[in-house]
DNA sequence: TAGATTGTTAATCGATTAACAATC
DNA sequence: TAGATTGTTAATCGATTAACAATC
């Protein structure tokens, strides 16, 4: 299957949080027997329009039959191709106080293949203890874990002051991707991505739109 | 001040995200004493560009002063007022577990004048146990609790399966806003606003882009 | 074949940016 | 006054939607 015919410069990110959505959507299907399914039907359960579910896909490829729509199990795998979810992505977080914990031992990250393989925290009354089979570490330690065993991806889970700091460790630790919890801008080099989530700007949409 | 000059029809999300943004970046310069802050400034402390600050500014009216920028603490009390953050929002929680658990504790929302008053779960093993001094209750004395003490958002960390009867149940509890963790599709009425936040979006952004 | 639905192109809509007159 | 910076209009850019030929 071609996934991406060299155009995967147009792809926004608001397609890939969409496909992000249709996995999801997919994947219930599936569970619920689902064999097929129209462009239609996976916008009404994903409340967006049909033309905007086709022309999302057909950056990657064509995945349907004219006339008949697309097999369920054979989107969801192209999606998970496409999305990466076919391997195994190491995770690193920082930070193991109340985020964190939720973080690291939220189900639906490890059953998408995101494993947290290092937990780093600078409090030495947690440093020590062990969450699953991972021992909390001293943030001091972080770099000579990462070097001896390296990660995919570092989780900033820590309060905003030190969030800086530590996306510069984990960047220098060798990590291609940053997912940032903390409340503040840092910055990564380039070749790293960064995602920032804030989960203050829901709530405070929400204040906005109930003052009005 | 003339907030909302009649045009707030036109405010975007896109928007108002970036005024939750703004007061992050306003509180920051206001805690390090800095009092004036031009809209180029601001922009390259939120990544943005300048233009796009002022128009942002311009739909809520005019804060600042042409050939010297904005002060701080006035243009922070002014995005204060719009997002609705000069009052008290009270929340009831839907789901007593990890993500609900770092959500209840989360200091920044109570910093921001959110309220958790009510925490209900279906475990038996965690009813009667208090957080703070909020005590979890059965999910069943829900609709009792929300009449006794009705609150401003309901929000849902609920497991997805769950997510649709906490949601009916919650908005017949007569909230204006609900704020969604569980990754599934949920409705609301006509009045009530919906927001949607999923932690695995992000990561799995993350990861398309790691694969390619 | 007739009906249904895709994949894609063109049209529309809306968000961002550039530019600049207003004005401190 | 001269320099700086806002507030706003017009131009641009990009995302969404409509429409339809292709085709199962």
Chains 1, 2 share one sequence.
Do not use: C
Request: net charge neutral; hydrophobic share 45%; proline share 2%.
């Amino acid at each position: 299957m071609a996934i991406l015919d060299g155009n995967l410069e147009k792809v926004s990110e608001f397609t890939i949080r969409r496909l992000s959505n249709y996995f999801r959507i997919l994947s219930e299907l599936e569970k619920r027997g689902v064999v097929t399914v129209s462009s239609a039907s996976l916008a009404e359960l994903g409340a967006i329009t049909s033309a905007q579910v086709r022309k999302d896909l057909s950056y990657f490829g064509s995945f349907g039959t004219r006339g008949l729509g697309y097999k369920v199990v054979e989107l969801k795998e192209a999606i998970v191709a496409i999305l990466g979810l076919d391997r195994r992505w190491t995770l690193a977080l920082f930070g193991a106080g109340f985020l964190g914990h939720a973080l690291f031992f939220h189900d639906g990250f490890r059953e998408d293949g995101f494993h947290f393989i290092h937990v780093f925290d600078v409090d030495d009354a947690k440093v020590g203890t062990k969450w699953r089979d991972v021992a909390i570490t001293h943030q001091r330690h972080a770099a000579e874990s990462l070097r001896r065993e390296p990660v995919d991806i570092g989780v900033i889970a820590t309060p905003p002051s030190a969030a800086r700091d530590v996306v510069d460790l984990v960047v220098r630790g060798g990590v291609k991707g940053v997912l940032n919890f903390a409340p503040t801008q840092v910055q990564v080099p380039e070749g790293v991505w960064l995602r920032n989530v804030n989960l203050a700007v829901a709530l405070e949409s929400l204040s906005f739109y109930l003052s009005q």
